[in-house]
């Protein structure tokens, strides 16, 4: 099967298998605040994720790699969507047009569309510092994500089966690319002891992408003959992920990810330490049923409704929405008790 045709299989089952509330946050609670002494016109939804300033802390993560006119009608929309919103956004996976330069414009459209826009390039941890620095200048970009799909290869037929090294090629891309890295996973959850490894071979920015929204083991599985349904549950939650990793690792830049879909989702994420937020699934999922202008409107909703959230707790700017008091029930108190995290 084409790189491209493996994509649009992607971007379908995305859609169909949906997002089905795993990612833990529903166990966490905030803790009303009778007297806030703000306002909703003091509130600031600006944030920073390592040296990058963003005017809101939602962005739209990385989808639709493979190249072809299906990825560039997709990027071509989500650019004009990010322009519109001031939102900074991901392409998927470039080494379509690393690989083949006939496949670059399905990325470039995307500067072409919003020049002035926060852009993240990326690819996977398999990639060279020639092919890290390529991508980077396709989109001149402001940053490059670097995702780990450990789980996804493996439940590929055609997927790899060697990870050896990762860690090494990160460092060096770290090192030698002139953007900020922003290492993510893919809907499986980061540790705070992969994340430690991460920083100590220099990496600022993760973005922590946990289980419980787009699953990646089922839309596989759901493309192949033979199952490897044990994959389907794995992960770690988008909220124990957070919570474990800024608890646990000092000085890093965190985005959550990972099934957010509404304006809780994303303040709650905050809370558990992300500065930024990133959302793919559900994006994508509008996108398609619905158009460009309902996604524009949501992401102003979005907007709308986390200033209100903020201003109930009293909480005026995104650091001080990281600092809130929260209560934490559930599977997530479980596996935050065993894993040390108070
Ligand atoms: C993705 N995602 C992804 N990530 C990445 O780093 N490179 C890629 O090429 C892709 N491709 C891709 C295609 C499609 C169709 C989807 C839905 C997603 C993963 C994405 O960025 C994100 O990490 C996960 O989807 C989890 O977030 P959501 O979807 O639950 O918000």
């Known amino acids: 099967m084409s790189r491209a045709k493996r994509k649009i299989d992607h971007i379908h089952h995305a859609i169909q298998t949906g997002q089905h509330r795993l990612h833990g946050l529903d166990d966490i609670r905030f803790v009303h605040n009778s007297l806030p002494n703000t306002g909703v016109q003091d509130v600031h ?4 994720i390592g040296e990058l300033l963003l005017s809101s ?24 969507i990010a322009h519109h919103g001031q939102l900074a956004m991901a392409v998927g996976s470039q080494m379509a047009a690393i690989k083949d330069e006939k496949e670059e414009q399905s990325y470039r459209v995307v500067r072409q569309e919003n ?58 891309i770290v090192r030698e690319v002139t953007v900020p890295v922003i290492v993510k996973e893919v809907g499986f959850g980061m540790s705070a002891q992969a994340v430690q490894k991460l920083k100590d071979v220099g990496v600022e920015i993760v973005d922590i992408g946990g289980y419980g ?4 083991s089922k839309i596989e599985n759901e493309r192949r003959a033979k199952h490897f349904h044990f994959f389907n549950d794995w992960g770690i939650s988008t909220a124990a992920s957070l919570a474990e990793v800024s608890q646990h ?7 959550g990810s990972g099934g957010i879909q509404t304006s809780m989702d994303i303040a709650k994420s905050i809370a558990l330490g992300a500065s930024a937020t990133g959302m793919a699934g559900y994006f994508l999922s ?3 049923k619905s158009g460009l202008e309902a996604v524009v409107e949501e992401i102003a909703e979005l907007h709308e409704e986390l200033t209100f959230i903020m201003a109930a707790l009293g909480a005026t700017s995104i650091a001080k929405l990281q600092q809130m008091p929260l209560v934490i029930t559930g599977d997530t108190h ?7 995290v108070s």
């Open 45 to 48: 939804i600006d944030t920073k």
């Open 249 to 255: 690792v000092e000085g890093m830049s965190i985005i």
């Open 334 to 340: 479980s596996w935050l008790t065993q894993r040390n």
């Open 213 to 216: 929204g787009t699953n990646f």
């Open 57 to 80: 802390p939602i962005f739209i993560n990385a989808m639709t790699g493979g190249g072809g006119q299906e990825t560039e009608r997709i990027n071509r929309s989500f650019a004009q």
């Open 286 to 288: 509008i996108l398609m």
């Open 115 to 172: 020049p002035n826009g926060i852009i993240f390039a990326n690819l996977g941890s398999e990639a060279t510092v020639e092919q890290a620095k390529k991508a980077v200048d396709m989109l001149e970009a402001n940053g490059l994500q670097i995702h780990l799909n450990v789980i996804q290869e493996l439940v590929m037929p055609e997927g790899d089966r060697d990870f050896t090294d990762a860690l090494r090629r990160i460092e060096r």
